[in-house]
């Protein structure tokens, strides 16, 4: 961060540097339907990629990094992206470099195309959804868990037995709601 401020990334007031809101080219953008499209187009050529996709001239438009222009720029890549919808968003920029996705609900990411295709979600013992172990290698794969997240409290009785504390101690925290202690369920 300090590098960052003494090259002039973030200097200024919050929302108003190159990763905190301040730049056009990353930021997230309100669609025709309300969703979102999360833009990070940061380095020249996925810039080009993001001006094209929104049908804006390079030559019409301010230089990517005049800081004094992006307000405007801002204003411009929002209404540019107001007029469609996020389907259609993703219509423009699916296959380019332009390092434009749809913002995504929980329910929603599961579904994508994207991790479908790298099965970045899998279906826990008890049914639910969750994130795939990450990162992917091909030397040494993470293994899926056998059993779902785990519950609030779970282990903390046995942390507190290693540290010394008694059953009796433990019983009397758990009443005065001290600590949380997670039961194991009967998996009949």
Known sequence: MWTSRDLGFSNRERGENLLDTGAPFYETYKTADNK???????????????????????????????????????????????????????????????????????????????????????????????????PVLSRTPAKVRDMCQPVIGFDTAAVLKEIGYSDQDIKQLENKDVIEVGYPQSHL
């Not at 609900?105 to 099965?119: I, T, W, Y």
């Open 36 to 134: 979102y499209m999360a833009v990070g187009a940061i380095e020249p050529q996925f810039y080009r990629q993001l001006l094209k996709g929104l049908g804006i001239d390079e030559d019409d438009f301010p230089d990517q990094q005049s800081q004094d222009d992006w307000p405007v720029m801002k204003r411009h890549f929002s209404r540019m992206f107001a007029k469609k919808s996020q389907a259609e968003w993703c219509q423009v920029f699916d296959g380019t470099d332009a390092c434009v996705t749809p913002v995504l609900s929980l329910d929603e990411a599961p579904q994508h195309a994207h991790n479908r295709d790298r099965q970045s979600f899998l279906t826990n013992t008890k049914g639910e959804r969750e994130p795939a172990p990450a």
